[in-house]
């Protein structure tokens, strides 16, 4: 079985890997200016995706251009998350160079989508493919590739169910369960089939997430203060996963909040697949504690003159609403801008929490209002991957999806691994 690595390796972003020059896994882009893509389009006998982040599936309709017709196999809650990603870049970006699709491409995804349920065998360019639940976001997946001889394990982006790290076990949650351990939304991988190679994500590999009720308490604690001294928390929020467990926690906890940006239609898309959350009756109290805003008539800024939270996009507070909130609230101490995730660099989030100010909507602006950080990461800390890793001793593990992967893989090694980190463009031999 011959792997290349087209994007993801040693970075995060644009995650592309072709096997045999026949089944591709995932086509993503990174988030850049411009934004970037796999180094090569390839054509296909098949594609597998294993979830719907924009990292993963950016870039999918590219491959239906001209005469391609690929199938896309993926499950229902990724189908769903792709097109809507898709959609809004063409909104935002069609007819330029940072959109590689037009809007026939995506609609010839759906014409070639294939949905499957986890742990439910299908066959895929000559392939019996294998996915599993990753623990990630709804509806993500390890994939597991067999051709007769090798069995591939691909674990795209997970979360492990770890004790350790708090994680609770499986199960229903009561409400107002402010214990609660692990991530609301989805619950942690167990998955561990038998491979001969693994290819493994390490986006985290030197940290260690804080126990999550830790982090859900001082984040409640800290919104609960500021809207009882009378200001506006803005919680910056990814609209896939993050927007909608953000809103679990609010409701949790009892915090007044609005939801705005692309994360509204994302919740609602999350509900019509119960099968692939937690606990669907939980996050319909949360979509029901929760206002959803539609943006009209000034909604916005008299939204942010209230006491309350307000969980909108972009994550990085590179666009959506958040571009309206930041500026209305940013020059009253009493505010409080709560960033629920990993800012990258060169980002107006990042930029926020090093020096005080932020560029938005092309104006450098000081920010008066507190800034907080949170970890409320959906990945595994570096406990998770080596948990996970624990049980593929015996077999070839490739890291990719990382800004460290060759530090990790020299680490595994020196434990005893058979681990390497490929660069982009490298094909190898498992």
Same mark, same amino acid.
């Given at each position: ?19 045999? /020059? ?65 959609? /809004? ?189 937690? /606990? ?122 990382? /800004? ?27």
């Amino acid at each position: 079985m011959n792997v290349r690595f087209l994007g993801g390796a040693g970075e995060v972003g644009r995650s592309a890997i072709l096997i045999d /020059d026949s089944l591709l896994l995932d086509f993503g882009m990174k988030t850049a200016d411009p934004p970037q893509f796999p180094v090569e389009t390839p054509d296909p006998d098949a594609v597998v995706v294993s979830h719907g982040h924009l990292d993963h599936v950016g870039a999918i309709p590219t491959l239906l251009s001209g005469d391609r017709r690929p199938p896309i196999h993926w499950t229902p809650p990724t189908r769903e998350l792709t097109l809507t990603l898709a959609r /809004d870049t063409l909104k935002l970006h069609g007819g330029t160079y940072d959109c590689p699709f037009t809007e026939e491409e995506v609609r010839r995804v759906t014409q070639v989508s294939e949905t499957h349920g986890y742990r439910d065998p299908f066959e895929a360019a000559g392939y019996e493919i294998t996915l599993y639940d990753a623990g990630h976001i709804p509806g993500s997946a390890h994939v597991l590739i067999d051709d007769g001889e090798t069995r591939l394990f691909y674990t795209g982006d997970f979360h492990t169910a770890s004790h350790r790290s708090g994680e609770a076990a499986p199960g229903r949650t009561s409400r107002g369960d402010r214990s609660f351990r692990g991530q609301r939304l989805v619950p942690g991988t167990t998955a561990r089939p038998d491979a001969d190679a693994v290819i493994c994500e390490s986006t985290y590999s030197d940290v260690a997430h804080e126990a999550r009720s830790a982090v859900e308490e001082r984040f409640a604690e800290s919104v609960k203060t500021t809207i009882w001294e009378g200001g506006t928390v803005v919680v910056p929020a990814f609209a896939i996963g993050r927007t909608q467990e953000m809103l679990m926690i609010c409701e949790a906890y009892d915090i007044p909040c609005y939801v705005d940006g692309m994360g509204t239609d994302v919740t609602e898309m999350v509900r019509r697949h119960a099968g692939f959350v937690r /606990d669907a009756d939980a996050l319909k109290r949360a979509t029901s504690h929760a206002r959803f805003v539609t943006g009209r008539d000034g909604q916005r800024k008299r939204i942010a003159d209230e006491n309350t939270a307000i969980v909108t996009t972009s994550g990085m507070l590179s666009g959506g609403p958040a571009m309206t909130y930041i500026p209305e609230i940013r020059d009253r101490p009493v505010n409080k801008i709560a960033m629920t995730g990993y800012q990258v660099e060169g980002t107006p989030g990042r930029e926020l929490l090093e020096t005080g100010s932020a560029e938005i909507d092309g104006r450098v602006m000081p920010v008066a209002a507190q800034v907080e950080q949170y970890d409320f990461s959906a990945h595994a800390d570096r406990h998770g991957l080596l948990a996970l890793l624990d049980s593929y001793r015996d077999t070839s593990v490739l890291i990719d999806h990382g /800004d460290r992967c060759g530090a990790f893989a020299d680490e595994l090694a020196a434990d005893g691994f058979d681990a390497s980190a490929p660069e982009i463009g490298e094909q190898l031999s498992i």
